[in-house]
């Protein structure tokens, strides 16, 4: 098994994480998010398994994977996008309001992620997903 997200440091790169959240053709911020929303919401993505690098074809293969989990279960699926504060890294995801926050913390084991993040009222919280 992999060194642990907290243990390496990357938690700290995930608390400094923006996400994106496409809305028709309008990106919005997180906390434009929570103003229409007005509710719990999150942000999970099946990309770069445990922090391996994969292709962008192999990515867009396993979200795709994923979405479809996803539609079976979750009210509204909207196109997510976190990124570092620098600009040099991006990932594809999903951002989803509603359903079971236990499903999602298994669909993120399921694709072998650290995390996923959740946004409530009163700010963001990172799940542990190992």
Known sequence: MTESPRASGLWDSYKLTTVEVHVGDKVLTEGQMQDLWNCDFYMITASNPFSRLLSEADNNARNEELHA????????????????????????????????????????KKFEQNAIFKFTLTGREIIDCR
Request: cysteine-free.
């Open 69 to 108: 989990l996803l539609k079976e279960e979750f009210e509204e699926i909207l196109d997510g996008v976190g990124k570092d504060l620098a600009g040099t890294w991006a990932e594809k995801g999903w951002v989803v309001r509603g359903g079971d926050e236990g499903r999602l913390i298994l669909l993120a």
